[in-house]
């Protein structure tokens, strides 16, 4: 059992910058796959981002190049430093996980289903 809090939502304006972290608590002490999911209004839970447990990580065609997903394991944070924001990102973004010791689920449909635990959110508003 793992809780997860997002922090470091807001507003910003297009093509500002914002970091996202997200504390992990109670039992750390496994091997998890660690993701970034958004949803905006009207529109189905989107992977942003996934971290693996080798530090491999892998995103969405839509925030490629613009975000990057990292973690410090000794402190059990999770981040997502998201770069030249567009209105197109806004959504809250939630952070999740499942065990998993090598290959994560992101990208490929029903990925979803397999993150098992979820912040309660964040908002990340993006003005033009």
């Known amino acids: 059992q793992v809780q997860l809090e997002e922090s470091g939502g807001g507003s910003v304006q297009a093509g500002g910058s914002l970091r996202l972290s997200c504390a992990a608590s109670g039992n750390t002490n496994g091997k998890y796959c660690m993701a970034w999911w958004r949803q905006a209004p009207g529109k189905a839970r989107e992977g942003v981002a996934v971290?693996?447990?080798?530090?491999?990580?892998r995103y969405s065609d839509s925030v490629a190049g613009r975000f990057t997903i990292s973690k410090d394991n000794t402190k059990n944070t999770l981040y997502l430093q998201m770069a030249s924001l567009t209105p197109e990102d806004s959504a809250v973004y939630y952070c999740?996980?499942?065990?998993?010791?090598?290959?994560?689920?992101?990208?490929?449909?029903?990925?979803?289903?397999?993150?098992?635990?979820w912040g309660q959110g964040t908002q990340v508003t993006v003005s033009s």
């Open positions: 971290i693996e447990n080798n530090g491999g990580t």
């Open positions: 999740a996980a499942y065990l998993g010791s090598g290959f994560c689920y992101l990208l490929n449909e029903g990925a979803e289903t397999w993150y098992n635990y």
